[in-house]
């Protein structure tokens, strides 16, 4: 029978490793493979094409029907810069509370799954149990970019996935994509006493945002999704900078939008339309 004192255990030892996203998450992956391995379970462990980075993947009960898939990212946040009451890296417990970097998000989901796996191991599971680790989640997602492609090939994917990602103990069954895009105008500078001579890149931008402003319109009467609190996929332009002077038409404009789509909705759809208005 698992305790909670294992668990805690357990969640000291995860954070116990600095996997602060600059530096390399292995010894955790090897620790939890080596502790599935004593187990008899033989966990995929997913070279990241950086070095010093890994995922994990195990299966738990039988492999050739779809399970449950628990997963966790393995990369915490960094400590620089910040006051700490005690040393982040030693689970250290204050009231009720257990303190430690990364102690909520998200070793102590990693924690509860890696001591709950000898009782999985231990149950005739007719589907099985899924345990996935990524790395990077933190910065760039690239884990668990590597690791969604692996599983994309595998002959038996996961039906269901549990992410267990602190949501203020609200259960969250979707969730947006975000997908940031840099659009760079050119233009053809001349004096703007001689503005028909001239391409201002600041007015096409102008004119490329409105049309965003526009599509935002159109994305409001598609699909909606009542679960978010902007039922919509969104488009956003959130940064502009061009031009050198009033008086000359803008050789240059960049500005950076965002789109926020619906579960469903793909993003390169929607810049899709950009640049068919841009064309
Ligand atoms: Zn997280």
Redo the contacts with the bound molecule.
């Keep these: 029978m698992i305790t909670q004192r294992d668990v805690i255990d357990t969640l000291r030892t995860l954070v116990a490793f600095d996997t602060t996203s600059s530096l390399s998450n292995v010894a955790l992956i090897d620790w939890v493979a080596n502790r599935l391995d004593g187990l008899g379970v033989k966990a995929f462990v997913q070279r990241g094409d950086e070095p010093g980075k890994a995922n994990l993947f195990a299966t738990i009960g039988p492999a050739d029907v779809p399970g449950v898939m628990l997963s966790g ?1 393995s990369d915490v946040v960094p400590v620089a810069g910040e006051t700490w009451l005690s040393d982040p890296f030693t689970l250290t417990r204050r009231g009720d509370n257990l303190h430690g970097r990364g102690s909520a ?2 070793k102590a989901f990693i924690a509860c799954f890696t001591a709950l796996a000898p009782e999985f191991a231990a149950l005739p599971l007719k589907s099985p149990v899924h345990l996935a680790l990524s790395y990077n ?1 933190e910065t760039d997602m690239h884990g668990m970019r590597l690791l969604a492609a692996h599983l994309d090939r595998a002959p038996v994917k996961p039906a269901a996935c549990v992410i267990g ?1 602190p949501t203020s103990m609200q259960i969250v069954v979707a969730n947006k994509g975000a997908a940031i895009y840099r659009c760079h105008v050119t233009g053809h500078g001349v004096h703007s006493s001689l503005r028909d001579q001239g391409v201002s890149a600041v007015e096409l931008a102008a004119e490329v945002i409105v049309f965003l402003n526009g599509l935002q319109r159109r994305l409001n009467e598609a699909e909606r999704h009542d679960g978010f609190e902007f039922a919509h996929t969104s488009v956003h332009a959130g940064q502009i900078r061009g031009g050198t002077a009033h008086n000359i038409t803008a050789r240059e404009c960049d500005f950076v939008f965002e789109v926020r789509a619906l579960p469903g909705v793909r993003a390169a759809d929607i810049v899709a339309r950009v640049r068919d208005y841009c064309r």
Excluded: K
């Design positions: 990212h998000d998200m989640e990602e």
